[in-house]
């Protein structure tokens, strides 16, 4: 199971409209009547827009600020939106503002609403209205004199909604500026027998979602000429921002005048927002009125983020037994996935909960949380699954509230998929005694007895995709093109619909029975020997400190990796097959810091949050070391200095960088030595001389690299023999190796290199005699495997590794720019400098940017271009 977080929330909308939409989503249909479109629709971030058909089920409440707002049981649509939209669901309250980069406040001023007027109205004195609206006390003074100008009929006010297309105008004596007023920019005061200004609850609402709604840049333009110039406080008044904010892009853009122009000029959009701005004559900062309304054309609103939906997913064979089953396997398995769910809730909120008070996070009580139950996927395939819809607000230890602070739970959504995964099936194998198998994905287990057949049959959408282009294919002759892959992918996806799972269940036992898995398999898939059995943590701590244990993918792991690696490593069972380790969440907490604690262990970092190795991969590492210092100066494969100078004759096209690298490969004598080759800077060139120089000297040169294409690449350029490093690592008879004493191994794109497999080539050149040469770029794309040795010898042994720097590929100088930039860490710089080149291309969303990625490929790949395309995830790739 795995729990993902998505940010709910919108783009120009405001927090009610956000709220209902997800509130529509998640309720049960049936127990509402239909919902309005609402104006322009509703643009919803996150899973709102693909919630699949809406739960047939009443939320339910989680989190400790719910218990203590008297929230308990089912969810109530009026407690749901209110929570949502940052407002107590008893009193109707605030608890934090809807400002700010994230659309929210993090808190109030002084609290909530300051006092009540005698006929009930809430009001809020400068303090607590500046700070929901995010702005200054001053700013929000400003606010109010011009909001008592217009009460006084001085000075003009656009329609109560801001949408004036005309020109408001008046005038005030010395305070108010005589242009006219957006409704954004001003709060018309409520002004008590003492003289002391407030706002009410209604005032400041209206001004807020003005200001959320974004400021109509034509309507800066009707309050008067493009050429009037105004201070900055004054435009941030206007345009509903702060002029904190207003004040950093102008200077942003005194800073980068010039390549803003660059940019713009040749038709694309600034990454970051500017402000064209002056300064006049003690240096204060001034702006026209056009160019404030050219920035409010450019300007993106603020995201409104009401919440985070933490969802929980879970296996697909979990979902067939749970829906096909009979109703006390239904209710065994889907009570085992809720009591996870909960439990893993529970967990991270005492992980995540925080706010931030000053800038720093701050332990919160807890958190407002509605979770539902949905039971099917879009393809109305089964598919049990958790929305755990987390509000935006966190309640403190005082009783105050503040945004939530939601690093915590992206930091630890992957803790806690771990401890729900363990905590579900230790109860579901309790409760029911299933087996379960290695699934295709590494790492994963599904319940055993129900196939990949079975699994598949229920991914209908990918099925329904793959019957689609099979059509296509024979319809047109070819092919299908990504294009028309994405055209059947909008058209194979079904509508939104409320479907009861009840409706469902006979159609899903044909299609499951027709592979086998009938209603009597369903009833087997239960009646195995109980399978729980307490662990021998030695065992499985030294199994999971092994060479296929926890560092098979890294060197180096988190606890959080721990947790992950401990409660899906294989444990052998006295009664049949190798199971997960079959322990509830808690024990599973208490395993993982026993075997951190454990001989097999060593942390290697003392940072927050620390990273540890296994002593196994350190002896790996340790010895690659101590290897690669030994064979230093044995004149190892030395070519004599009339052969190095043909071979640099030969190749005379070579800079001195080259020249440098084939001296010291062939003519300093170590068992193994590295290189740095730069992308683009001739490292296939200068390993064609050296082997030239090698072969002279009669040596034999053979060539290798992890990725088949890259192995391909070096023997096309060298002219030598090249094979995969599996091949390699799959030939080791002690008595047929495929290394002599004769033999120089190059092993090309090293970075790519896993630590073993290193280690393994290390020990067949020195049992063999052979020498081994590394080349590539450290700062470039690492191993899969646990690797990175390769980076520690280049920088452990610098006056030993010759580096080509000079790249003679790349000769875009912003395309040189943006690889240096990323070898450096400096990932903005190097955007920016794609960007200027004209190779970013941005797009809206993923499923666009794969599109455009495999149209691409597609085409260059059928012009018989060979570009790759690449991506961390192989099933992108697939």
Known sequence: MRFTVTPLGGAQSDVGRVVDGIVRYLQPKARE?????????????????????????????????????????????????????????????????AQGSAGRRAHLGAGNATRTATDGTLLYDEADAATVL?????????????????????????????????????????????????RASYLVPFVSEDGTRWASEAELSACQAAREHGVDPDEIRATGTGTDQMPIAEAARLAGVTTRYLRTLAKHHEDHAVEIEQTVGAGRRPRKAYLV????????????????????????????????????????SLGVLALLGDDHTTRAVLGSIQHANDWAMTWLEDQAAYGRVDGQPVKAHGWMAASFRHLTSRALDPFPHHHNVVANSVTLADGSHRGLDARGLYRHAHAASALATAEMRHQLSLRLGVRW?????????????????????????????????????VEIGRGAHPRDVDRISLRTRPAKSQTPASTLVEGWRARAASHGLDAEAIAALCEHTLMVESPDSSGVFASLAGPEGICTGGSVFSRTEALTALANHPVPM?????????????????????????EHVLRVTHAEEPLFTTVEMLGVQERIAARFTKGFHQGAHLVSDA??????????????????????????????QAAVGRAGAGKTTTVAACADAWAAGGYRVVGTAVKGEAARTLAAATGIECETVAWYLAHDDPQQL???????????????LPDRDLDALMTMAATTGASVRLIGDPAQHGAIAAGGMFRVLCERHRTHTPELKATHRVLDPNDQAAAQALREGRIDEAISHLEAAGHLHVVGDDLTMYRHVLGRWWDAHRDGLDHP??????TTRR
């Open 437 to 473: 198998r290695p699934s295709r994905r590494p790492g994963g287990w599904e319940i055993d007895g129900i196939d990949e057949r079975v699994v598949r049959e229920f991914s209908q959408r990918r099925s329904e995709m793959d019957d689609a282009l099979r059509e296509l294919e």
């Open 134 to 182: 995010g702005i200054t006390k001053t700013e929000l003074a400003r606010m109010f004199d011009v909001g008592t100008a217009i009460a006084l009929g001085q000075v003009g006010a656009g329609p109560a909604d801001g949408r004036d297309d005309g020109r408001a105008e008046g005038r005030a004596n010395g305070r108010v500026s005589t242009f006219g007023q957006v």
């Open 738 to 752: 495929p290394l002599d004493a004769r033999t120089v191994l190059v092993i090309d794109e090293a970075s790519t």
């Open 33 to 97: 009547g239909p919902a309005p479109a609402g104006p322009g629709g509703s643009r919803i971030e996150g899973p709102s827009r693909y919630y699949a058909d809406s739960g047939e089920e009443p939320g339910r409440w989680l989190g400790r600020a719910a218990e203590q707002a008297e929230l308990h049981g089912e969810v109530q649509r009026e407690d749901f939106a209110a929570a949502l939209s940052g407002r107590d669901p008893r009193t109707g309250e605030r608890l934090i503002s």
């Open 643 to 672: 052969h190095v100078g043909a071979a640099l004759v030969k190749h005379a096209h070579l800079t001195a960088e080259q020249c440098d690298l084939v001296e010291s490969w062939c003519g300093h004598g170590h068992r193994y």
């Open 574 to 598: 006295s009664h049949g097959p190798d199971q997960p380790l079959l322990v509830g969440g808690v024990r599973l907490e208490s395993m993982v810091d026993e075997f951190l604690a454990s």
């Open 277 to 316: 701005a002056n300064r006049g004559t003690r240096g204060q900062w001034l702006v026209t009125r056009e160019h404030l309304a050219e920035f409010l054309d450019r300007r993106r609103p603020p995201a409104v983020r009401v919440g985070f939906d933490v969802t929980l997913t879970t296996e697909k």
């Open 869 to 874: 395309m690449v991506d961390r995830r192989n």
